[in-house]
């Protein structure tokens, strides 16, 4: 299986400078290459085929204007192309029905002032680990890197990328083989919360942590004193800087929590089923789902991969009814509750009910099905370890 290893890394000025090159002559041959088919389009000519815009690029190093192009890494530019048809083919999938999930918007141009810059470097680019444990690319040099963890094996390719507050990272695409965790008994789901970032079928609801929601209010106050400045002041761009870093320092202290809580709930039990939100948007609109959102596919696509790692089994269940008007413990639907309302009783069975555990349980119940007999709400593809072999979720009798 492919995963990612993500480092900080410390270029020099002058290495900043090769990067800022490389980033520039990617975006220029990605937009030439979007540029191109847009016009073949606009003139009712057939679609531009990757072979000839790899030719075409071939033949724009040649010309004066694009001479510049040699300055950095073929392979640099040769990756900004595949990237463009990668997009490509996930518009077309998605047009067509063939990519399920939300709806893929057509390739758009890149900007210089785009939040994140990123190069790609495949092997054959002959980017290294310096026996000095620098990383090594091709007409940038030796930047030196913060090996916060292993790298378990030899990385296929590396995509540096600059983020919004001017960080530089290395992402390695690395080969590993799964990892199979001892067996445990228990099962889980996992629902959205609304007051809790999740909330599991077995009762317990689990907060954002201390750091994430310290870092969140430092970016809130970061955002209050921007909004202060005036235009175009020197401040002003001051402030703007910060509330980037902000912004950064969040996102790593998400990304952390989602480690964190992935790992442990996985490494907890055999089996964890989620909702997919992709289902969920159009069954249901809240207004908490929507901020939640980039975090649950994220946290969600952890699961999976540390799942699939550690040969335990993953669900993600599309449900299509509010799980609100069902009882997760007699199936009996009594009907929509509004927001405000936190718990109810159940008129059929008499089971008290809280809507978070409540929706939950409904997961897991779901999986349950999956598992034992219909299967037809469960994507199939989407269910990467054991499957089989995954016991029956609680609530599911
Ligand atoms: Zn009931």
Redo the contacts with the bound molecule.
């Keep these: 299986m492919r995963l990612q290893y993500k480092y900080r890394l410390y270029p020099t000025l002058g290495q900043q400078a090769a990067l800022a090159r490389a980033f520039g002559c990617a975006r220029v041959v990605f937009n030439d290459g979007l540029h191109a088919r847009l016009e073949a389009l606009a003139a009712g000519l057939p679609y531009v085929t990757d072979g000839e815009l790899s030719a075409r690029l071939t033949a724009a190093k040649g010309t004066p204007e694009r001479a510049w192009l040699g300055e950095v890494s073929a392979v640099v530019l040769q990756q900004a192309l595949a990237d463009l048809n990668a997009a490509y083919r996930n518009f077309f999938a998605s047009l067509t029905g063939r990519r399920k999930g939300p709806k893929v918007s057509p390739p758009r141009y890149r900007s210089r002032k785009d939040t994140r810059q990123a190069v790609r470097f495949t092997r054959n680019a002959r980017f290294s680990i310096t026996p000095g444990g620098k990383l090594r690319l091709p007409k940038i040099g030796d930047i030196s890197v913060c090996w916060s963890r292993n790298l378990p094996s030899v990385p296929s390719s590396v995509t540096v990328v600059k983020d919004s507050a001017g960080r530089y990272f290395a992402s390695f695409v690395v080969q590993t083989q799964p990892d199979p965790l001892p067996k445990t008994e228990p099962a889980i789901a996992i629902d959205l919360g609304l007051t809790h970032f999740a909330v599991l079928s077995d009762g317990r609801k689990i907060a954002s942590p201390r750091f994430l929601r310290r870092a969140e209010k430092e970016l809130k106050r970061a955002q209050r004193n921007l909004s202060r400045k005036q235009d175009g002041s020197k401040n002003r761009a001051k402030a703007t800087l910060k509330v980037a870093r902000a912004h950064a320092r969040v996102a790593d202290a998400r990304r952390e929590f989602h480690h964190q809580l992935s790992t442990k709930l996985i490494r907890d039990n055999q089996a964890v089923a989620v909702e997919d939100l992709a289902v969920t948007a159009l069954a249901r609109t809240r207004l908490a789902r929507s901020v939640h959102d980039a975090g649950w596919s994220a946290f969600t696509a952890m699961l999976e991969y540390k799942a699939q790692r550690y040969g335990h089994s993953f669900y993600r269940i599309g449900r299509f009814e509010p799980t609100s008007q069902v ?6 639907h ?1 009907g929509p509750k509004p927001l405000h309302v936190r718990a109810w009783r ?6 008290w ?1 809280d809507r978070d555990i409540n929706a939950a349980v409904n997961v897991a119940r779901a999986a349950g099905l999956a598992v034992s007999a219909c299967g037809a709400q469960v994507r199939p593809g989407l269910v990467p370890a054991q499957r089989g072999e995954a016991g029956t979720l609680p609530g599911a009798a």
């Design positions: 009882c997760s413990a007699c199936g009996a009594d159940c008129r059929a069975c008499g089971a009910l």
